[in-house]
């Protein structure tokens, strides 16, 4: 799993998509009521005008008599009620306050009728719902008009399955439609966080090296962002400059006048033909490389320190920096007659590593190789790979036939500002191999000091690959 | 030999002018950009010596203008720092080579001979002298076609001997010119150089002489 670097409040994507799927669930869930209630009433709506007809109907064939009144139920009413299925049907006719045919107990309305358009009313009747309409109308029995009521019910099981089913049906669509906008706030999660995902791209494909500003355009809502990242890499950028200015800068600054002094001093001992003056301007012009060799480690240091915490890594041959490495020692080395014996194998030995580092530590094996080396002597510099199929190690081994170690040992050596016991005549500043050991350190490798068989010193710097 | 020296700081400017006029080389001095174009559009010159740091511009650049002017006067560049991407840089810009301040003259002739006897190939770097033939590109001298091989110091010293024939050096003109100024010898350790030509100039009508209390130099029997 990726490490993070801060603290995760969650994730946007999620909330979003939460947050939308419970507003879809309500959305759904309110179409599926609304849906259900519109069906219902409208099947009401029906029933009740199929049960105010057959209502009607039966009034309208009330015959009034010279001793009452005729009822003669027409067939059509009740054919038209038992069209929607397997419901009972009750009726009764009252004839002032008296019931005269029908069931004797089926409910009355509770409010006045109305004549001939029904009242509508919902009753539970022999343990069942029933749905009733009610109408009255005036008879004449023997020139006196007397009051008819017509009260027909019918229980509603057809009504209910049709509801059912229709609910059935809203609910069948509120879940298609939960599914549609489900996927739809996906997508739209998706689409929104795009600009998002796109910057942490285009942030998180840079290599260290590159600051320039991000000049992507992106959504308002992301440009205050945007805008402080930019500042940050400015001031960044603008840091690394300056540290990089200024090791240069203080490299001129301290260099130059330091060559003008050598050159006063070896222009002086040109001049002078007395032994003694010139055995201490030579003192003097070692002194002065002495100086000049300290602030090179120094700003070595600063930056190998420096760039050990903003490491750039990059693909290095270490078989082309060696020779190359090598070749710029070759004039000092040869002013002295000291031979290189390189062992490098013919291909690449590639690592990703910091460029700067590796080539501080080189140089400065190299360096301490040349500077303990008598006159003509030969140093061997050896690459090679260690481990299994070659896939472990890289070991640079340098030896020369200098001093020695005089039995100090090396981790002692590889202290800052510490040098041998036995290293007094020759310039140094004591951070050359501390150079070495720290860039080793910095890569995971490690860096030892040992005594060469036959007389000598053998540094030996092994990096992991990889 | 005469150099263009490019370097700002007068101080240095003068010192390094002073020391390479002992051994006999002229030296004109340009203290910005501008002022060396016009010293070479004026004369030529056998090797430039340039600053990389300079008040009107990068050395840099200007070296990259002088390749792609196709003037090939060799240039050496001296500059205050080490880093060896730096040299590599500088080397594929079109530089020779490479020192860096403060440097040591002796290193800086070595370099410089090393610089010219690159430029000058083969054909042209052979010399002749009495009944001898010198390589300086192989370090070799052929007597009576057989060569014998020069190690560098041994080479130094010939090619300064070489450069005035009858001229005495003094033994400090000689340890000067062959050895790092930070080495610890004494003037005595040329007679182990002279000692070790003399016996390669062997069978030869070339030889060593030295004339007591003053030096050494070379003639033809």
Do not use: C, W
């Given at each position: 799993m990726k490490r993070l670097w801060f603290a995760s409040s969650g994730s946007i994507r999620q909330r979003l998509i939460l947050q939308l799927l419970v507003l879809v669930a309500v959305l759904s869930w309110v179409l599926y009521l609304s849906v259900k209630t519109v069906a219902g009433s409208a099947v009401e709506t029906t029933q009740d005008a199929i049960l105010g007809s057959a209502t009607i109907a039966i009034a309208e064939e009330l015959r009034g008599g010279e001793d009452g009144v005729a009822v003669d139920i027409p067939y059509t009413a009740f054919s038209m009620l038992g069209a929607t299925g397997e419901d009972r049907v009750f009726y009764r006719i009252i004839i002032d306050g008296v019931t005269v045919t029908g069931y004797e107990d089926l409910p009355l309305a509770e409010e006045p009728l109305g004549g001939l358009?029904?009242?509508?009313?919902?009753?539970?009747?022999?343990?069942?719902?029933?749905?009733?309409?009610?109408?009255?109308?005036?008879?004449?029995?023997?020139?006196?008009?007397?009051?008819?009521?017509?009260?027909?019910?019918?229980?509603?099981?057809?009504?209910?399955?049709?509801?059912?089913?229709?609910?059935?049906?809203?609910?069948?669509?509120?879940?298609?439609?939960?599914?549609?906008?489900?996927?739809?706030?996906?997508?739209?999660?998706?689409?929104?966080?795009?600009?998002?995902?796109?910057?942490?791209?285009?942030?998180?494909?840079?290599?260290?090296?590159?600051?320039?500003?991000?000049?992507?355009?992106?959504?308002?809502?992301?440009?205050?962002?945007?805008?402080?990242?930019?500042?940050?890499i400015a001031r960044l950028s603008g840091a690394l400059t300056r540290t990089e200015t200024f090791i240069a800068e203080a490299a001129h600054h301290i260099r130059t006048p330091l060559a003008t002094l050598r050159a006063q001093a070896e222009i002086t001992l040109r001049q002078s033909p007395d032994e003694a003056t010139r055995a201490s301007l030579r003192a003097m012009i070692r002194s002065v490389d002495d100086s000049a060799r300290s602030v090179g480690q120094l700003l070595d240091h600063a930056a190998v320190v420096y760039r050990t915490d903003q490491r750039t890594e990059e693909e290095i041959d270490l078989v082309a920096l060696t020779r190359d490495i090598v070749a710029a020692f070759g004039p000092a080395a040869d002013l002295r007659d000291i031979g290189f014996d390189l062992s490098l194998p013919d291909a690449p030995i590639v690592m990703t590593a910091d460029r700067l580092l590796l080539e501080s530590a080189i140089r400065n094996l190299l360096d301490n190789a040349v500077k303990y080396s008598a006159l003509e002597g030969r140093i061997s510099v050896g690459l090679a790979l260690e481990g299994e199929g070659g896939a472990g190690l890289v070991r640079l081994k340098v030896c020369d036939r200098g001093r020695g170690l005089s039995g100090t040992r090396s981790s002692t050596l590889t202290g800052r500002f510490r040098r041998g016991s036995n290293v007094a005549d020759v310039v140094g500043s004591g951070l050359g191999l501390t150079i070495v050991r720290e860039v080793a350190i910095a890569h995971g490798g490690d860096f030892r000091l040992t005594e060469r068989d036959g007389g000598g010193t053998c540094a030996d710097l092994s990096l992991p690959l990889g | 030999m005469r150099f263009l020296l490019v370097e700002d700081n007068p101080d240095l400017a003068r010192s390094v002018q002073t020391r390479l006029s002992l051994d006999g080389h002229a030296v004109d001095w340009a203290a910005s950009l501008a002022d060396a174009e016009d010293h070479l559009a004026a004369s030529g010159y056998d090797l430039i010596l340039l600053d990389i740091m300079l008040p009107d511009g990068d050395g840099r650049d200007f070296l990259a203008a002088h390749r792609r002017a196709k003037r090939d006067t060799p240039v050496i560049v001296m500059t205050a720092r080490s880093a060896v991407s730096d040299r590599v840089a500088l080397l594929d810009t079109g530089a020779d080579d490479y020192i860096t301040k403060p440097f040591d003259f002796a290193e800086l002739e070595a370099r410089v001979r090393a610089v010219l006897r690159r430029r000058m190939g083969a054909a042209q770097s052979l010399q002749t002298y009495a009944d001898l033939t010198f390589d300086p590109l192989s370090a070799t001298i052929t007597i009576a076609g057989d060569s014998r091989e020069l190690r560098s110091r041994e080479l130094r010293l010939f090619e300064i001997l070489l450069s005035g024939p009858d001229r005495i050096f003094s033994k400090a003109q000689l340890v000067d010119r062959l050895f790092s100024a930070a080495e610890a010898v004494s003037d005595n350790a040329i007679e182990v150089y002279v000692g070790r030509l003399r016996k390669k100039l062997e069978g030869s009508r070339a030889r060593i002489e030295t004339v007591r209390g003053v030096g050494y130099r070379l003639t033809a029997q």
């Open positions: 358009s029904p009242v509508f009313y919902t009753r539970s009747y022999q343990s069942e719902t029933v749905r009733i309409a009610a109408v009255e109308r005036s008879v004449l029995v023997g020139n006196k008009p007397a009051r008819v009521e017509v009260i027909v019910g019918q229980t509603r099981s057809a009504q209910d399955a049709i509801v059912a089913q229709m609910a059935n049906r809203a609910a069948a669509l509120g879940l298609g439609f939960f599914a549609i906008a489900a996927v739809l706030s996906l997508l739209t999660a998706r689409s929104v966080l795009q600009p998002v995902r796109n910057l942490t791209e285009a942030v998180g494909r840079r290599g260290p090296q590159d600051l320039r500003p991000v000049e992507r355009p992106v959504p308002s809502e992301l440009a205050p962002l945007v805008t402080a990242l930019n500042q940050f | -």
